[in-house]
């Protein structure tokens, strides 16, 4: 008499758990995630404070904009070209320039970093003015240790003489072309509009990865994890029963943040919220699939709060375009933001919030996130399996 013995999940594989999905254990394993997510203080300080405190940083503290940029300017020759020139400094609203009589006076404030570079006119600026010949007018030193604004304070400062100077050649014919740039999408060229949408990335990958990747690998530490493993539920069940509450905990961070970039930082939002939901829905997936591999190879709070700060946050800080420019990076580098999910969520949000819906950007980053999302779930449910055998 033959008597088959039932055969575990892990032994049927895929299949069973697919047949064995029950929607009652879902819902159950679904309301226990919720509630321990709303009672854990920690988690609802990572979804909703720290959002709004990072918004405030990158709003108010972290600003790509060279405005007023406080320089010296030496007046060595009091005629009156030189007080003219002086006059064409003081009216500018980028330069916030302070007068002195003397090099030695801007020198000690240059070394201290209170000044970021000075201009010298020299004893004989008329004597220049009147030759017009090839030598210099002006002399210009800046900081090299700010090489941005370093440069910025040169190019201004060699646009401000070579304007007061035009100015003056009323002799001269009228310019046939007469150039008047135009910026598309933040004509103000506001770094607020670019940088307050790359946060809201900055966000979803702190909730997606780092809370989801601390609160199951603190499950193994606390030795929870194994009882939920022993339960009936498939691995299927387990894996949203634990990841749902915590993606809704993103699309409502989200649509937190979005309320702040708009009403508090005036950041305008051209395209259509529905855009915005989907591209933060879907950009979750990769997020809290990474968190939960993260938790699945580490047994600990610590390790994993390490991992997800080297694979997670710091590539979405450094590698997805947010403060550096991919383009400018070496080719090396730019393949490895390949795979780096907050690229092309990054990318995205800038697009939605300054130019509109352009779905030939969307549809590719779209594209992208998911792939990256389904190769991590399929990693980590892989690994959450072997936890069962």
């Given at each position: ?19 064995r999905?029950?929607?009652q ?14 009672r ?13 405190v990072?918004?405030?940083?990158f ?5 790509l ?7 010296g ?18 009216a500018t ?13 801007v ?20 004597q ?7 030598e210099?007018?002006?002399q ?5 240790s700010?090489?941005n ?23 001269a ?12 999408f ?8 670019a ?7 900055i ?5 997606g990865?780092m809370?989801?990747?601390?609160v ?21 069940e387990i ?13 409502l ?16 939002l ?11 829905a879907?950009f ?24 997800a ?8 800080f450094?590698l ?19 795979l ?21 950007v ?8 998911a ?5 991590f779930?399929m990693?980590a449910?892989?690994a959450?399996?072997k936890?069962?055998e």
């Amino acid at each position: 008499m033959n008597i088959s013995t039932p055969r575990s999940s892990e032994t049927l594989g895929p299949a069973a758990d697919l047949r064995r999905f029950d929607l009652q254990r879902l819902r159950a394993l679904i309301y226990k995630e919720s509630l321990q997510a709303l009672r854990d203080p920690s988690t609802l300080l990572i979804a909703f404070v720290l959002p709004v405190v990072l918004l405030l940083l990158f709003a108010y503290a972290v600003s790509l904009d060279a405005k007023q940029v406080r320089i010296g300017v030496v007046m060595e020759s009091e005629g009156a070209s030189a007080q003219a020139l002086a006059a064409a400094f003081a009216a500018t609203d980028y330069l916030d320039a302070h007068f002195v009589h003397d090099r030695r006076e801007v020198d000690n404030k240059l070394v201290s970093g209170e000044l970021r570079g000075y201009v010298v006119i020299p004893q004989d600026f008329e004597q220049r003015m009147a030759l017009r010949n090839s030598e210099p007018l002006v002399q210009i030193i800046t900081d090299g240790s700010y090489p941005n604004t370093a440069n910025y304070v040169e190019n201004y400062s060699r646009g401000v003489v070579q304007s007061w100077r035009t100015g003056l050649d009323v002799g001269a014919p009228p310019q046939a072309v007469v150039l008047e740039p135009r910026y598309w999408f933040n004509a103000e060229l506001e770094s607020r509009r670019a940088l307050v949408p790359g946060a809201i990335a900055i966000v979803m990958t702190i909730i997606g990865t780092m809370l989801t990747a601390l609160v199951v690998a603190r499950e193994w530490e606390r030795g929870t994890m194994e009882a939920v493993l022993s339960t009936p539920a498939s691995v299927a069940e387990i894996l949203i029963g634990k990841l749902l509450p915590y993606f809704v905990l993103g699309i409502l961070s989200t649509l937190g943040a979005t309320a702040l970039a708009v009403f508090v930082f005036n950041v305008p939002l051209r395209g259509s919220l529905t855009a915005l939901m989907l591209l933060s829905a879907v950009f979750m997936v990769p997020a809290l699939g990474q968190g939960l591999l993260i938790s699945s190879l580490a047994r600990n709070q610590f390790l994993a709060a390490q991992i997800a700060l080297f694979t997670g946050f710091l590539p979405a800080f450094m590698l997805s375009g947010f403060l550096y420019e991919i383009d400018a990076m070496p080719a090396w580098i730019r393949t490895i933001t390949l795979l780096v999910p907050a690229r092309y969520f990054v990318d995205s949000l800038k697009t939605v919030f300054l130019a509109g819906d352009v779905w030939a950007v969307f549809v590719p980053n779209l594209a992208a996130m998911a792939a990256i999302g389904v190769l991590f779930f399929m990693i980590a449910k892989r690994a959450t399996r072997k936890n069962l055998e």
